[in-house]
């Protein structure tokens, strides 16, 4: 007993990585048949399960078979200590797969229901660590710890409960924990939603509400945390003076805008104006993407009258964070793709001219970052189909200033190399081909006798010659966006990576890089056709 008493009392105030040597008699003791030498043994061990080296030894040398026998015991302190250092040892990634398959999640998961609150705490603490991988987190769900974790949402020890929502939240991440918790738990939502309505830490508050957010990557959870109150329970954490649960909860926000169901309710319980001044704030730019793409989301949907996003003032606040020297490059593409799905909209496209996008979007075409590019070209092209006078006044205006203006855009992308990325250039193919396309006599002028740009699109047109003529690409007045959430990320009702061509009621949707090279070449091939057409009746002409 004096030898594990003393080994405990020297492991709290020096933890250092240790020999095998020195490790040996700790784990003898371990094995002791006198439960305070087992105690003080078992103790030290999680002290030293602090230090990475610690944690891997203690596995390699049995001491895990050798916790979880001691686990299992009756005695409440034995329990304690034993579950508070496998919570230590399922920190180290590469500790946390033996722990699975040594057959300790079954007996944590039923410490996590015991009655003693420290027990319960690092039961909940070592199946919390055991999330963070998603094979890991399957055996947890076959272990049957799902149900034990969404009871203890309601626990009144705080870091029990903080330990259980973060599992649940890490859980929800992947499409089969989603299926489970629907199919197993119909009570969850209403259980974190009504602990938001309580004071709570705000750690505590912000796992709740990452909960919901990666609940809410599932349509089914987008409508009912709506439905359930989730938007009262929001309002007032988006108001809060810590930026950790502003983000949250815009990141929240996020995902239940993608259901166009939900759009009436977000406005109606007052979070539009909100999340608009939350779009200049430079200084936070995963929080300015989050409000954006709620925006966005919500402004894609259709049928309902989007007068209100004119009067919230969103227009000015997009041109602040456009034209701020601090705007991430992130921002500046989620800035992009908003301003490609307000100009798809017929009462916000005409913010865009009037207000003077435009010269900022010509801009944002050499920001050096594709993704940008791409979604300020989609967006003049979008606005160019519109086919208004005043439309084409702007493009014309803008056609060399500045920076070269909208002309040395599209020579700069459509004369990009091979490698890089093809959906630029097929945008601005199409924005061309729709200048060229237009009534206005002096725009397609400006292209079909400019011998660099036509040079640079019979280039592109010949691509099309080289490749297989297996994939068909339909010609397009439009581009959509659809929703991509392949990699388990947050999902958007717009978003820029997968695109959708309409035209003629056909639909091709752009699906790799030979694809992608006959969709431009092919619109190449349409842009030449316009040219030439144009030249044969200025020939006529004369």
């Known amino acids: 007993l004096s030898a594990a008493t003393a080994f405990n009392e020297i492991s709290e105030y020096d933890v250092r990585p240790i020999s095998p040597e020195a490790l040996e008699p700790m784990l003898y003791l371990l094995q002791s048949a006198y439960i305070d030498v087992q105690h003080g043994a078992s103790a030290a061990l999680g002290n030293l399960a602090s230090v990475v080296e610690n944690k891997r030894l203690i596995v390699k040398m049995g001491g895990l078979e050798l916790l979880i026998r001691q686990m299992l015991s009756p005695n409440t302190s034995a329990q304690i200590n034993s579950v508070g250092c496998i919570t230590n040892l399922a920190a180290d990634e590469e500790n946390k797969l033996a722990i699975a398959k040594s057959?300790?999640?079954?007996?944590?998961?039923?410490?996590?229901?015991?009655?003693?609150?420290r027990v319960q705490r690092n039961a909940t603490g070592a199946l919390l660590n055991m999330t963070h991988r998603p094979e890991l987190?399957?055996?947890?769900?076959?272990?049957?710890?799902?149900?034990?974790?969404?009871d203890l949402i309601a626990s009144v020890d705080e870091e029990t409960q903080y330990y259980a929502i973060t599992a649940l939240s890490n859980i929800a991440v992947d499409v089969g924990g989603r299926n489970v918790l629907w199919d197993s738990q119909p009570e969850l939502i209403d259980m974190l939603?009504?602990?938001?309505?309580?004071?709570?830490?705000?750690?505590?508050q912000s796992q709740i509400v990452l909960a919901l957010r990666n609940l809410a990557c599932d349509s089914r959870y987008q409508v009912q945390i709506v439905d359930s109150g989730g938007l009262d329970a929001l309002l007032p954490l988006l108001q809060s003076s810590y930026t950790i649960l502003i983000t949250s909860t815009c990141a929240c926000l996020r995902n239940l805008s993608i259901d166009s169901r939900n759009e009436t309710p977000i406005i109606c319980s007052g979070f539009l104006p909100e999340l608009v001044d939350l779009i200049p704030q430079a200084d936070e730019p995963d929080l300015q993407c989050h409000a954006i793409s709620t925006v966005r989301n919500m402004a894609a949907n259709s049928g309902q009258d989007k007068q209100v996003f004119i009067d919230s003032g969103l227009f000015d606040r997009v041109k602040i964070a456009l034209t701020d020297s601090r705007t991430h490059p992130k921002v500046l593409c989620e800035l992009a793709a908003a301003l490609s799905v307000f100009a798809l909209n017929d009462q916000l496209w005409r913010p865009i001219i009037e207000l003077g996008f435009c010269k900022l979007l010509v801009q944002l075409t050499r920001c050096r970052d594709l993704e940008a590019e791409y979604n300020a070209c989609l967006t003049l092209g979008t606005l160019a189909s519109k086919g208004t006078a005043e439309v084409y006044d702007e493009l014309v205006r803008l056609w060399r200033a500045p920076n070269g203006g909208i002309r040395g855009c599209l020579i700069k992308i459509m004369t990009l190399p091979e490698y890089a990325n093809t959906n630029v250039r097929s945008i601005a193919v199409w924005l061309t081909k729709t200048l060229l396309g237009c009534v206005r006599a002096d725009l397609v002028e400006r292209i079909a006798c400019d011998a660099q740009l036509v040079a640079a699109i019979e280039e592109i047109a010949k691509c099309k010659a080289a490749?297989?003529?297996?994939?068909?690409?339909?010609?397009?007045?439009?581009?959509?966006?659809?929703?991509?959430?392949?990699?388990?990320?947050?999902?958007?009702?717009?978003?820029?990576?997968?695109?959708?061509?309409?035209?003629?009621?056909?639909?091709?949707?752009?699906?790799?890089?030979?694809?992608?090279?006959?969709?431009a070449g092919a619109l190449a091939c349409q842009a030449m056709s316009l040219i030439d057409d144009f030249s044969s009746q200025q020939v006529a002409g004369k």
């Open 103 to 117: 057959g300790a999640l079954v007996p944590l998961t039923r410490l996590a229901r015991s009655k003693d609150q």
């Open 137 to 150: 987190r399957l055996m947890l769900i076959e272990a049957g710890s799902v149900a034990v974790l969404v």
């Open 467 to 519: 490749l297989s003529s297996s994939c068909s690409v339909a010609s397009s007045t439009r581009f959509f966006s659809v929703i991509d959430d392949t990699k388990g990320r947050q999902a958007d009702a717009a978003d820029g990576h997968i695109m959708a061509f309409i035209a003629n009621g056909e639909h091709a949707v752009a699906n790799g890089r030979d694809h992608e090279a006959l969709r």
């Open 193 to 204: 939603v009504k602990a938001l309505h309580r004071p709570l830490k705000i750690k505590i």
